[in-house]
């Protein structure tokens, strides 16, 4: 099990996936949970509630190595080319929330 670094925060972004897919039926939300270095808001780990292995990977590629605030719509216009899964609009959505706790956190 990977050990988290003293030195970085965990933030999590919640959003309300369509009903009518797996995720919405396993956990009732989308859930993105990362892990950031507070100084740079680079995204060092990151998981999220989707279905699939593949689905968590997929979203988890395009977080990792990114900059939380900086990089925002990068990784939302990746999300939008690269996932197209039902739960796309949820999983855009909890990014953008888990980049306003962590603005809030931060005092900006």
């Known amino acids: 099990m990977k050990s988290f670094s003293k030195e970085t925060w965990y933030i999590t972004g919640h959003a309300q996936p369509p009903s ?10 989308v859930v993105i949970g990362l892990e950031v270095e507070p ?7 990151a998981y999220c509630t989707l279905a699939t292995p593949i689905a968590r990977r997929v979203v988890k ?8 605030l900086e990089e925002l719509n990068i990784m939302i216009e990746e999300i939008e080319k690269r996932f197209h899964g039902s739960s796309q ?8 929330d888990a980049a306003k706790k962590f603005t809030s956190i931060k005092g900006m």
């Open 20 to 29: 009518d897919i797996p995720a919405y039926q396993l956990y009732k939300m």
């Open 39 to 45: 100084e740079t808001g680079q995204i060092v780990d």
């Open 61 to 68: 590629s395009v977080l990792i190595g990114r900059k939380l």
């Open 89 to 96: 609009r949820a999983v855009i959505y909890a990014l953008k």
